[in-house]
């Protein structure tokens, strides 16, 4: 089934079909397919992440408008970037002008600020099979997000001195030359998730690329001119504010245990979860969507022992609210993790990482629910995620359970208006609603 087809009457096309590649649980395409353009398949390595991108965009859930269209020669299994590539030759050539847009977030964990940052993480690498489907596909446009700490230089410590020194340029410079060499024009926006709705911070680096044959007669294009035209336009039609950021509070009041019943968990046998009841702001009413009170999957709640409580609770009564506990206060609880950040109920979340215990609730001796992390991330209600809550030790290396998932997700709201601003862009250089092909 692919997206339903414009309104009778309406004079303005379907914007195109897109491949999402690094698609982990499928918020980028989701947030695509909501602006209106046609997905054409996903590709994604974790069976765990793949499992959810399956569920809910492939297979189709019942309250999704859309799925992948997904070829008949196309496995639907995760598969590992380079064997796509190797395995589907033919079938990607023959593809080549038959897609409008390919789309991706490369792993970040080698660029990323909050983490240990490696200039030699293998991961690094994976953009080249990326611009290696860039040149087998040359398709009209390009997107690529990710980090902001892509478009930072490396740096290490100068011998003999704690000064650091720039050693290498940034990734993102690298990928800019790889994509203008394949005959594009490339343009770049750090952009925060409080500008799209998402209640968190997260600066995320987005680089979009045009083919350079259709903007060869447009030399003052820039796409991000209507950027902010574009957001103010979403926020409106979402129903929230333009000016102001959603907080944590009104993004995931309605799943605190106060108040609510506490049941075992539908999904975690064990483990127990909130009886939901009902959304409680605009922000929980527009992602419970119709659901109608139905309660979302993911509420599982952490199984914390009365030491951790006790420790939490100190935390969330002695340490200020939405900053990163300071080293006197994570010796004085005796904490050896570097990032413990108590929310702030009337501000925006820090940018979610894969780690749940890196955030306590705001109110409630505990970390988050998978589910508020989803809310953190705009994923809507009805998006189920799917396997392992957590895993551990090395297994963090090779598995992606549900934190992860969600953690490394692109927010929904982010991919929407992205794919808005590209549905607007294609209609300025391609006014007949025509394909932009090259063959």
Known sequence: MRQAPPRSGTKKPVPGSFVDLFAGCGGLSLGLMSAGWNGLFAVEQDSLAFETLKHNLVDGHPNCAF???????LERNPIEISHFIDQHRDELAALRGGVDLLAGGPPCQGFSLAGRRKSNDPRNELFKHYVALVKVLAPPFLLLENVKGISVAFRKPSKGTRTSMPVAEPFSERIKRSLEAAGYRVFTKLVHGTDVGVPQFRPRYIMLAIRCDLVEKRPDLDPFKNFEKCRKKFLRGKGLPVDKPVTVKQAISDLEKRGKKIIECVDSPGFKQIQYKYPLSPYQRLLHGTLNGTAPNSLRLARHGEVVTDRFKAILSTCRKGVQLSAADRERFELKKHCVVPLHPKRPSHTLTTLPDDFLHY?????????????????PDWYDFKGKYTTGGDRRLRECPRYTQVGNAVPPFLGEVVGLL?????????????TCRRT
């Open 67 to 73: 799925r992948y269209a997904w070829p008949s020669w």
């Open 422 to 434: 590209l549905a607007e862009l294609k209609r300025t250089l391609d006014p007949t609603g025509a």
């Open 363 to 379: 109110s409630e001796p505990r970390i988050l629910t998978v589910r508020e992390y989803a809310r953190l991330q705009s994923f």
